[in-house]
Every structure is written in structure tokens, then in C-alpha cells.
């Protein structure tokens, strides 16, 4: 008999952030997560999201007690104010292939939902757009880069089963750095003596003057994407937080940003894929032994992953996002990485799938985001 039971206790936390680690654990392409991350992600006190949102989980065990899957509810007072849709959202969805399990997975974050008053909902998202989600459906023969899913070839089965369609599909390029097509590069740089004429400049982010930064970039960032399908804009301690996060994980070296006479109107950052080291963690902990992996891990990966590249409306078409692709390649090939991802790109998104198909790119990956409605 299969029951489901919801998260209350630490213990019950602690089975809910273990599954995925025994469930996985003869896929060598998986990259667990590690547990610590995974804490703080779910903790709704700590978490500056849940300032503006809330979630339930669940967990499905047979009549042993062993757990056959896990799913969140979640609900997002910032997505519903952004877009007057009012919608909530399932994440960190993981099952056995079994139709019943997940049956009873979906219908607790349903029925939960439904007394929030939600009117559909969206997924999977681990909590939000803002970080990882969507579902692998196409792309399982190799790793995936940090910050990025993988999962067991069935899910997409299982969601559809739950009576959930297709919303959106996202893609992940794969660019390999010595196959840069040079003339992009010249290119690059007679628009770059072009942007500067016009005031316009691309400088590495001061990571010294982190505080001071940080602010430019929540403000591309919420302008940049406010009309992306599924965006949610970031509030000042959601921000804050990333910020010191890019400052532990990636190096000035790979963050730049575009000023127009001092205004801020484009940035990008791109991360070592950590996922290359963290991959062998099969337990996702950190103590006795692994933390000594990490120390100077973004001198040991040789692939990046481009985490986000936006431009306000206002000076896209200027050219840009050409220099700004440029400066990450010469970065990227100067720190001796051999192969870059950009993701995620949505389907919709032209301007961007155009860009990358034109720097001979490779849509090696696709994930997807479903809808139900009730």
C-alpha cells in the first residue's frame, strides 16, 4: 500500500532530501546535489524566496517505510503579482517508474494547491525559474552542467500521465571552445569600437565592490526578462544572496556588464561546471573528504556553463550580446576550458536561439515545463 505523507519533522526532511541520492545511484550520469544546498533551498526560513512564497512536500513510502518519490507544492506571491495569473507550481519532483506512485505524488501537491485557490499550475520548478527546473526529455547520454537537471528517462511519461500537457520547452546549447568561429571574434570587435563611440562600455564586474554592483545587475536582470515566459522578478535579499553566491562560485574573470554612460543595461556571467568534481559525490555530502576536492575547483573544470546573458529592451540589436559572447570565449579559452553549455534558452525565445545557432551551437539538450489546469 502506497502512502503519502507530508513533510513536518526534521525527519521527515531528511527522507525527503535522501531520496535522489538512492534513487540514482547506479546512474553515472547524474550529478547529485549536494546536501547542504539542498537544505538551504528547502528551509522556509532561510530561504529569502519563501519571503514571498510558500511550499508543502510530500513523499510517497510503501507499507516497509521505503521511499518511493517526493514532489513540492509551491506557491509564488511575486509570480502571481508579475503576471496576474494565479498559478502555482510543483518542484524537486522524483519517482519510481510506477503510474500509482506518482498518481499519488501529483495528487497531493494538486490537492493541496487547490485550497491555496490556485486556478493551474506549472512545473517542475525547484523552487522557481530562478533556479533549476523543467524535465529532461531529450539529451540523457551525457552529464548535465551545474545548476542544471537530469533525471530518469520516464518522468516525462509520469507528468503526462498526472494529466499535465506541454507549457514550454527550454534548450541547452554546447559549444566547443577551439570551434569559435573566428570571424565572430573580428566581428566582435569592430562592434565593441562602435558601442564606445556611443558611450556605451563592457567591463568586468568589481567583485571587490560586490554591494555596489550587485544592484546593477538585479536591475538588468528584472528588466531584461520581465517578459520571458515563466519570469519571476528577484527581490533585494533574493538578489543579495546570488550575488554572494557568484562571488564563492565563479571569478570576475567571467562576469561582465554593459553600461550605457553609466546606466546599467546588459550583463552575463557564466559558471565552472562544478558538476565535473561533484559528480563523484555520490552521497552529496561535503565532510570528512570531499571538501579538500573542492578547494580551487574552478582552476580543475574544463567546462563553463553561460548561466544568463540579459539586455534591457531598450538596447537589444545594438550588438552587445555579440561582445559580451566574445569576451567569454577569450575568458573561457584563456582559462583553459574546451567546452561551453548556454542554457537554458526557451523555445520562443528567437533572438537568442538565432544567436547561438549563428555561433555554430549545438541544442544538444531539451527540458520541459508543463501546465494543468484546473
Not at 126 to 144: I, M, R, W
Amino acid at each position: 500500500m502506497i502512502q503519502i505523507k507530508e513533510v513536518t519533522s526534521k525527519k521527515d526532511l531528511k527522507l525527503f532530501i535522501d531520496f535522489p541520492y538512492s534513487h540514482y545511484q547506479d546512474d553515472k550520469l547524474y550529478a547529485p546535489d549536494l546536501r547542504l544546498i539542498q537544505q538551504e533551498t528547502l528551509n522556509q526560513k532561510k530561504n529569502p524566496f519563501f519571503n514571498h512564497a510558500e511550499a508543502a512536500y510530500f513523499y510517497a513510502t510503501d507499507e516497509s517505510g521505503k521511499v518511493l518519490g517526493r514532489i513540492a507544492a509551491i506557491t509564488n506571491e511575486n509570480y502571481v503579482k508579475h503576471w496576474n495569473e494565479n498559478y502555482g507550481f510543483f518542484g524537486f519532483f522524483e519517482s519510481v517508474n510506477d503510474t500509482k506512485v506518482s498518481g499519488k505524488l501529483f495528487d497531493a501537491a494538486k490537492n493541496w494547491l487547490r485550497q491555496k485557490g490556485v486556478q493551474g499550475i506549472y512545473g517542475p520548478m525547484n523552487p522557481s525559474t530562478n533556479d533549476t527546473c523543467g524535465t529532461l526529455v531529450d539529451g540523457f547520454d551525457t552529464p548535465p552542467y551545474v545548476m542544471m537537471v537530469h533525471n530518469k528517462t520516464y518522468y516525462d511519461d509520469l507528468i503526462k500521465a498526472a494529466g499535465f500537457k506541454k507549457r514550454m520547452d527550454l534548450f541547452s546549447y554546447r559549444i566547443q571552445i577551439n570551434k569559435f568561429p573566428k570571424r565572430y571574434l573580428q566581428l566582435a570587435n569592430n562592434i565593441e569600437e562602435r558601442l564606445k563611440r556611443d558611450g556605451i562600455i563592457i567591463r568586468k564586474v568589481n567583485f571587490k565592490k560586490l554591494k555596489e554592483e550587485a544592484p546593477k545587475l538585479q536591475h538588468i536582470y528584472n528588466k531584461a526578462w520581465e517578459k520571458n515566459w515563466g519570469f519571476i522578478p528577484m527581490d533585494d535579499a533574493e538578489f543579495q544572496a546570488l550575488a554572494q553566491e557568484l562571488k564563492f562560485v565563479t571569478t570576475p574573470d567571467y562576469v561582465f556588464i554593459a553600461e550605457d554612460k553609466g546606466e546599467p543595461v546588459a550583463f552575463i556571467a557564466i559558471l565552472p561546471d562544478l558538476n565535473e568534481i561533484t559528480i563523484n559525490f555520490r552521497d552529496g555530502k561535503l565532510l570528512p573528504f570531499n571538501f579538500l576536492k573542492l578547494l580551487n575547483f574552478k582552476k580543475k573544470v574544463s567546462r563553463v556553463r553561460v548561466l544568463t546573458l540579459g539586455l534591457v529592451e531598450s538596447h537589444r540589436l545594438k550588438g552587445i550580446d555579440t561582445v559580451m559572447y566574445a569576451k567569454l570565449y577569450e575568458s573561457a579559452s584563456n582559462s583553459g576550458a574546451v567546452e561551453a553549455e548556454a542554457s537554458w534558452i526557451l523555445e520562443n525565445n528567437v533572438m537568442m536561439n538565432r544567436i547561438l545557432q549563428n555561433i555554430e551551437a549545438d541544442p544538444y539538450k531539451r527540458y520541459r515545463i508543463y501546465q494543468l489546469d484546473f
